[in-house]
Nanobody, 113 residues
Framework: VQLVESGGGLVQSGGSLRLSCAASGFTFSRYRMSWFRQAPGKERELVAV????????YYTASVKGRFTISRDNAKNTGYLQMNSLKPEDTAVYYC???????WGQGTQVTVSS
């Protein structure tokens, strides 16, 4: 089982990034997918959730209206579109699914003011 995050980088405040999560080794389409983030010195926090058929989504209050979670089950890939980025969004972003406790290496997002 692998979850590989990509798409992070350094962006100015107000900018955008699109993160990807490539899943392999299990039937991705059957499971809910989530994005988490962990800032330095802070606990990992849930950012967004999408269910298996993309009907249901959830966002933590601080990103609602700015971030959009999506998935392409045919490509075994999930996405997090991040717009209007703020310095407080700086963190390592991880994807996760309900299939076991597997985590990728994460992708660093840094937002400069």
């Amino acid at each position: 089982v692998q979850l590989v995050e990509s798409g992070g980088g350094l962006v100015q405040s107000g900018g955008s990034l699109r993160l990807s999560c490539a899943a392999s080794g299990f039937t991705f389409s059957r499971y809910r997918m989530s994005w988490f983030r962990q800032a330095p010195g802070k606990e990992r926090e849930l950012v967004a959730v999408i269910n298996s058929d993309s009907v249901y989504t959830y966002y933590t209050a601080s990103v609602k209206g700015r971030f959009t979670i999506s998935r392409d089950n045919a490509k075994n890939t999930g996405y997090l579109q991040m717009n209007s980025l703020k310095p407080e969004d700086t963190a390592v972003y991880y994807c996760n699914t309900d299939f076991g406790n597997y985590w990728g290496q994460g992708t660093q997002v840094t937002v400069s003011s």
